[in-house]
């Protein structure tokens, strides 16, 4: 429960202060805006989260499989782009969401239980964190070359 509720937290108190405050309302809000803003995206990603467990342990044998599924999805992510940020000195925004984006597009193809195996990599699920990790640093990588950083 504590691991659950300090995602949920981190992640409305995200919300508020990097979209809410820096994106929408671009100026500071008050105490009863702040609050309705966290109690609701508190909500969506409890309920994002649940969707996203449901779907994706969908055909799991047993709990270690949805847990290998599940840290290959955000540890992948995480740590791709970490690489990224630290090794290629030139990687700017750009570069670092496209390649974030298309790492979660292979993560997730990797891991979604409903893609018939017919349609999927010969890959043990493990190798989702590898693979996430390896699409996130290179995509970024490349695109660095091609996407100037700006000043």
């Known amino acids: 429960m504590s691991t659950i509720d300090t995602s949920l937290n981190s992640s409305a108190t995200v919300t508020l202060k990097d979209i809410w405050v820096r994106l929408i309302r671009k100026r500071e809000v008050s105490e009863e805006e702040s609050m309705r803003v966290l109690r609701a995206s508190t909500v969506i990603w409890g309920l994002a989260g649940t969707a996203f467990a449901l779907i994706i342990t969908g ?45 979660i597009i292979a993560i997730l193809y990797l891991s979604a239980g409903w893609i018939p195996d017919e349609l999927k990599l010969p890959l043990h699920s493990n190798l989702t964190i590898v693979v996430g990790t390896l699409t996130i640093f290179l995509v970024g990588a490349l695109l660095s070359k091609f996407i100037p950083l700006r000043k």
């Open 59 to 103: 055909n799991a044998k047993n709990i270690l499989d949805s847990w290998w599924t599940l840290s290959g999805v955000f540890a992948g992510g995480m740590l791709g782009l970490f690489l990224l940020g630290i090794i290629v000195r030139k990687a700017g925004n750009l570069a670092g969401v496209t390649a974030t984006i298309v790492g």
